[in-house]
């Protein structure tokens, strides 16, 4: 079953790969692009709960009660509930477009991964997945500057004898201004959901770059369009929140 | 700030975990399979990350190289013997090695700018040929220096180079859909064919002056060893990854649909197939008995030359490499390692197996 999904998305991959001139580069692109589009409704449907969500935690009412029972988790998590239901806002509403958007982004992570084969074991284990693409093959990994098959420390640009990882500083780029446009200002800079939201805006976007220094950088690319997407996706929702890009803003709100 | 700390050190554990278990970096993990060569007195097994010399009486190790495994050196090529007592074996390194037969001591390291060998080397009298994954064809002396500048081709080689002493010729066959015919003295290109239909990752094989390619575009094809013309196409099922065997009068090549076919050499009729279970990677062998071959289930198959089965045998792991005949024994390679070479009489009867119980 899982095979069988991973087989349709590399013959996709290669589809698109054959139609933009044997390019991987733009291949990985239009895929991620293609993707995207195919998720958009789940995507604003998680985007909007998750949102509501964070507009809530950020409310007067929710800091209120917060302070007011902050000895008592019990009736903390009671009086939650109930300005849940009163908002109409379910705390998990955001999980479930989640959990379906899940596999689909692991089969298109792995259908790259797959495609970009340069070993004879992966290249045989490449081969029970094709359909009519055998043409195709060897794939033409180069785009740009980079080797898609490669991590880029393996081949990355050197400035001055000193590596500089450029695609991991784009990935970790965009991942920042990913997080920080799609997060709401937060009226409540000390409670655990800012501080942990805090925490996670400023780690991410590093470890995103570390994934994209030490992996193909294949996946570097796709970790770029796949940050911009979303962000232009918030964009279109009118949702970017261009007030986290100013200093201090996160602590005055 | 305790918080801080703790997100950090969930993601910088998480990073470590996914990059070492990625196996983006190609160094540690084994993607290949092993290479079998042998020379009179002993047997040569290239897998992972050591090149063995076996002792083929009783399948005890003679030496190894290097000592310790060293993850920034695997080996997918197999080796190949020179007269004066070296074994050849390209490393997924960027380098060419040359070791003594008699000890496994390192003799000299010929670099490479960027490719990495995937294919065997080739030894002639001529010198020593290999072609990388640069899509380059280097020929060097029997001391390790170049003899002349690398032939570009526009893609990877995978296959090791054949030659043909009678006119003194490389063929090369490249994952650019190609084959290519050069002067073994200078590298200058003789002729190339057209696009094949697919990549071809395995040599030529040659003989009374034609070429025969498995390509992955699922097809055979005969070729005019001079001037690359094209005889025959025979249709596979799938595709072709291994080199065709050769006897007189027939060719007999496996698919990765699993099934060998035996066809006829002069106009690449079908003659009969077997199917036994597990695609079929590497050359079949054929001997006086019949044809030995191995498929990706860890099946060692004989069959008669008129197409029934013999035996069968199946071997723990995965088979990927061509049997090798020594002596009375046929020789099996496998991707385990309590039994990465096994040795079977004719019969499919096991005689020793050479396991590195180092690793």
């Given at each position: 079953m ?52 964070q507009e ?16 008592d ?51 045989l ?68 959901g ?60 | ?48 990350n050591?090149v ?28 190949a ?15 060419l ?7 496994g ?105 034609s ?5 992955f575009g ?12 094209e005889?025959?196409r ?13 006897d ?5 090549v ?10 006829n ?21 054929v ?6 071959f ?12 008129e ?37 079977l009489?004719s ?13």
């Amino acid at each position: 079953m899982w095979d069988s999904f991973i087989s349709l998305m590399i013959n996709v991959l290669l589809f698109i790969y054959q139609m933009v001139g044997q390019n991987f580069g733009l291949a990985i692109i239009f895929f991620t692009i293609l993707i995207r589009l195919i998720l958009y409704p789940l995507n604003t449907q998680q985007m909007k709960q998750s949102k509501a969500l964070q507009e809530l935690q950020a409310s007067k009412k929710w800091q209120e009660i917060q302070k007011k029972y902050k000895n008592d988790r019990e009736k903390l998590a009671q009086e939650q509930m109930k300005l849940y239901q009163e908002m109409g806002v379910n705390p998990f509403g955001s999980c479930l477009p989640t959990l379906i958007q899940f596999p689909i982004i692991i089969g298109l992570y792995q259908a790259i991964i797959r495609a970009l084969a340069v070993s004879p074991l992966q290249l045989l284990n490449l081969s029970k997945h094709i359909n009519d693409g055998a043409n195709l093959i060897p794939i033409n990994n180069h785009f740009l500057w980079m080797d898609l098959s490669l991590p880029e420390k393996d081949f990355g640009l050197t400035l001055f004898g000193y590596g500089v990882p450029i695609m991991a500083i784009i990935v970790a780029a965009t991942s920042y201004l990913q997080t920080k446009l799609m997060t709401p200002a937060s009226p409540g800079a000390n409670d655990q959901g800012a501080q942990m939201s805090r925490a996670m805006g400023l780690y991410m976007p590093l470890f995103m770059g570390w994934l994209a220094y030490s992996f193909s950088s294949g996946l570097a690319l796709y970790f770029v369009v796949s940050n911009l997407a979303s962000i232009l996706q918030y964009a279109l929702m009118g949702k970017l929140n261009w007030r986290n890009l100013l200093p201090g803003a996160a602590k005055t709100g | 700030m305790k918080k801080h700390l703790l997100t950090a050190t969930i993601l910088l554990v998480s990073a470590l975990l996914l990059t070492a278990c990625s196996g983006s970096s190609r160094r540690v993990v084994a993607s290949g399979w092993a290479g079998l060569a042998a020379d009179e007195t002993q047997v040569y097994l290239a897998y992972h990350n050591f090149v063995y010399a076996v002792d083929p009486a009783d399948g005890s190790e003679r030496w190894r190289y290097p000592k310790e495994a060293n993850p920034a050196l695997t080996f997918y090529a197999p080796p190949a013997v020179t007269t004066d007592g070296q074994v050849i074996i390209g490393g997924y390194n960027h380098n060419l090695y040359a070791l003594d037969a008699e000890s496994g001591r390192e003799n000299w390291v010929f670099p490479i700018p960027e490719g990495r060998f995937i294919g065997g080397p080739l030894v002639t009298e001529a010198g020593i040929f290999a072609a990388a994954t640069d899509g380059k064809v280097y020929a060097v002396t029997p001391e390790g220096k170049q003899l002349w500048s690398p032939f570009a081709t526009e893609k990877e080689i995978w296959a090791a180079p054949v030659s043909d002493p009678d006119c003194e010729c490389l063929y090369i066959a490249s994952m650019d859909h190609r084959v290519y015919a050069l002067d073994a003295r200078g590298g200058q290109l003789l002729w190339k064919t057209d696009d094949l239909g697919g990549a071809i990752v395995s040599s030529p094989a040659m003989d009374d002056g034609s070429l025969y390619v498995g390509t992955f575009g699922r097809q055979v094809i005969a070729l005019d060893a001079g001037d690359g013309t094209e005889k025959w196409r025979f249709d596979t099922q799938e595709w072709v990854w291994g080199t065709p065997a050769l006897d007189e009068n027939n060719l007999y090549v496996g698919d990765l649909s699993g099934t060998l076919y035996a066809l006829n050499k002069a106009d690449g009729s079908l003659l009969w197939q077997v199917q036994p279970g597990g695609a079929i990677v590497d050359e079949p062998l054929v001997t006086a008995e019949g044809i030995y071959f191995t498929t990706e289930d860890g099946l060692v198959v004989s069959v008669t030359p008129e197409g029934s089965i013999r035996w069968q045998q199946t071997l723990d792991g995965h088979t990927y490499t061509a049997p090798l005949a020594f002596e009375e024994m046929i020789l099996v390679a496998t991707d385990q390692p309590v039994a990465l070479l096994a040795a079977l009489d004719s019969n499919g009867v096991g005689k020793w197996v050479f396991a590195d119980t180092k690793e």
